[in-house]
């Protein structure tokens, strides 16, 4: 659990703060790109910097020394010392962003050309300098000729104790953490960082850092976009530092968020040991908005918990393994998960084979686009696109459920949203026809719940009262494209388009040109989200905020 104490010293107010550092890795070439690097980094929300100092253009002592002084004199306040609990003596310290040094050679992913003896002459220059921290890679002390091992005697207390894999996950992780922990000695902090080449890497990274208790002060992260996961999750779980960049293109290692990322979207500020954790699976995932509209719901009514994005890849086995993989750890404490394309069956298959309570209408459609785990571990599914559709068109067009019966309705489109859509409509009792390009798809539906079909070209003629687009013809970028042409819209209909992006699309403006009723494909977004969100917290979702983010996001 984080802590924050406040102690009185001498009467000067001293804050200590316990906490996972947000790092960010600043390449030192020069000074003054470093001094503008820091501030950047500073003024963004960044904790601890480190400086990597395997950049530099020219690799002298003398530079190093008079980089560390000047970061530290610029970016020193008197009355706030950062300290970690297995680091107490540095309460006499007076810097507020504790530095790292570090000088990565070649053979372990850095830049570093120079000899280790060079090497070592910068780190320890660093060390006498000022900086907090000195990483030293675990393969140095394998190698007798390497000075840079040195270090772990001289100051043991300040070293990160560090491994790196580039590739992937370690084959024998479990006997590289041995190795650490026996060689860590008196090192302050160990560091695993390696590749996650699918999301089913993090957990390791995860299983680490729960041991913390054991293991003492302990960096773990899983890079790429994979292993994302496991930098938000750091603070949860009580890491000592997750490393993030300033801006996106700047990240010294694959995956890294920004800071801003961090806080404004995934609570930084907020996480602590008892986070609820829930997210959206899905493949891609890097576009999703659920996280960002999740977050901002979770910050709007207080609630602990933070949202993430899952990429997991598309087979059965690799999804089933990473729910299970969640629910095995209770600790991580999952609440809920959001699934989206391509997962949706296999959330669905998930629930029959091992869940509590599948929701019967998601059953019939055949898609689970909501898992919610109870506190004992058991999964139930849900979808909540169908009633998040019914419900935008119901609240826009100010009428209730029932007064859809017997209305004539027309779903161009026959994929995942059509399919939710004909569940809910039919259910509602509307006289639902169903067209798509290939017609064959609309055979099958409509054979399934009960409604009529046609090819495209029968938009012509249709009769219904209610249009929805269920394709993806109209979405970002193709804005000047429409499912259906203008001259089949009519004044008297009610025009529902599911694509979202942008909120008013083509057919929208078209419709609403010739005065009739329109629908936004936002509503259905937000209203889905919110049921989800009902679920995951128990309490009320506040739509507006959520739709207000939406919005935002999809400028
Ligand atoms: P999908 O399974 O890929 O279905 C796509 C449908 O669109 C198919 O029927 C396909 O016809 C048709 N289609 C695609 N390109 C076409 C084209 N150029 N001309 C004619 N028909 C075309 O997609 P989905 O999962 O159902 O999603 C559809 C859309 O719903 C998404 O693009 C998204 O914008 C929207 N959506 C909205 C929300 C929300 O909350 N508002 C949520 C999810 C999705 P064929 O069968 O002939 O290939």
Not at 4 to 9: G, I, S, W
Not at 194 to 215: P, S, T
Not at 533 to 538: S, V, Y
Request: one cysteine or more; hydrophobic letters at 40%.
């Amino acid at each position: 659990m984080q802590d924050e104490l406040t102690y009185l010293l001498n009467s000067n107010r001293v804050t200590v703060v316990i906490m996972t550092y947000l790092t960010v890795a600043i390449q030192v070439t020069n000074l003054d790109s470093t001094i503008a690097a820091c501030r950047a980094a500073i003024s963004a929300g960044a904790e601890m910097i480190e400086l990597r100092l395997d950049y530099l253009e020219t690799p002298q002592p003398a530079l190093v020394q008079e980089i560390i002084k000047a970061v530290q004199e610029m970016f020193t306040c008197p009355n706030v010392i950062s300290l970690n609990t297995s680091n107490l003596r540095k309460i006499s310290k007076q810097s507020q962003y504790p530095l790292i040094a570090t000088c990565r050679p070649r053979w372990e992913g850095g830049y570093f050309k120079g000899s280790e003896e060079e090497r070592q002459m910068l780190l320890l220059t660093a060390v006498k300098a000022g900086a907090e921290y000195v990483d030293i890679e675990l393969a140095c002390l394998d190698q007798p000729e390497c000075g840079v091992s040195g270090l772990l005697e001289q100051s043991g207390d300040q070293v990160i104790l560090s491994s790196h894999d580039f590739e992937g996950k370690p084959a024998d992780l479990s006997q590289l953490m041995a190795t650490m922990q026996q060689r860590r000695r008196q090192a302050a902090v160990s560091k695993v960082a390696y590749q996650a080449n699918e999301i089913g890497d993090c957990f390791d990274v995860l299983d680490l850092l729960h041991r913390k208790q054991e293991l003492g002060e302990v960096i773990g992260l899983a890079m790429g976009e994979a292993g994302m996961m496991t930098r938000v999750l750091a603070k949860k779980l009580g890491a000592f530092l997750t490393f993030v960049s300033v801006a996106e293109s700047e990240g010294t290692a694959p995956g890294q968020i920004t800071v801003e990322e961090m806080k404004e979207v995934y609570r930084w500020d907020a996480l602590d040991g008892d986070t609820v954790v829930c997210g959206v699976i899905g493949n891609p995932i890097d576009h999703s908005k659920s996280p960002a509209v999740h977050n901002a719901g979770f910050t709007e009514i207080g609630f602990n918990g933070v949202y993430l994005p899952f990429l997991v890849e598309t087979p059965w086995n690799k999804f089933r393994d990473f729910v299970d993989g969640l629910r095995e750890r209770e600790w991580l404490n999952v609440r809920g998960l959001s699934v989206t394309i391509p997962h949706k069956h296999n959330a669905l298959q998930y629930v029959q084979e091992k869940g509590r309570r599948l929701e019967p209408l998601a059953g019939k459609i055949g898609s689970v686009n909501t898992l919610v785990l109870d506190k004992d571990g058991l999964v139930s599914g849900y979808n909540t696109d169908y009633a998040g559709a019914l419900d935008a068109i119901t609240d826009t067009l100010g009428i209730e459920r029932a007064d859809l019966r017997g209305m004539p309705a027309a779903i161009v489109g026959a994929g995942g949203v059509a399919r939710a859509l004909a569940a809910g409509l039919t259910d509602a009792g509307c006289k639902v026809t169903i067209y798509n390009r290939t017609v064959e798809k609309a055979v099958d539906l409509a054979a399934e719940f009960e409604c009529e079909y046609a090819g495209l070209d029968g938009l012509a003629t249709m009769e219904a009262q209610l249009v929805v687009n269920a394709t993806r013809i109209g979405m970002y970028p193709e804005v000047e494209a429409s499912p259906l042409p203008a001259k089949c819209l009519r004044r008297d209909m009610a025009v529902f388009d599911t694509v979202y992006n942008p909120s008013k699309t083509l057919l929208l403006q078209q419709a609403e040109d010739i005065g009739a009723k329109i629908i936004d494909g936002m509503s259905m977004f937000v209203n889905q989200a919110a049921t989800q969100f009902e679920l995951f917290t128990g309490k009320k979702a506040p739509r507006g905020v959520m739709r207000a983010v939406l919005e935002r996001h999809l400028l």
